[in-house]
């Protein structure tokens, strides 16, 4: 997960990538992803990580380098 480090600096989402990668990462992920959807509001922070579970799914599935959008 060390190719992802910029994903929490441009989102600034702590810990999410350590979390993930600590965890069960498609158990971690699907339970994102599942309590997001459940939730009737979505704070910011909410929403950040959500956007980060699913870029680190798309970066994998699809190959694709979030690099550009990280922040200098």
């Known amino acids: 997960m060390a190719g992802f480090e910029h994903l ?3 989102y600034n989402v702590r810990d999410e ?9 498609p158990a971690y992920l699907r339970r994102c992803f ?8 979505l704070p910011r922070a909410r929403i950040q990580q959500l956007a980060v579970c699913g ?5 994998i599935l699809n190959d694709r380098d979030y690099d550009s959008l990280s922040r200098s």
């Open 17 to 25: 990538l350590d979390d993930i990668a600590s965890a069960d990462p």
């Open 55 to 59: 870029m680190v799914l798309d970066s």
């Open 8 to 10: 929490l600096k441009s």
């Open 34 to 41: 599942a309590e997001g959807l459940s939730a009737s509001e």
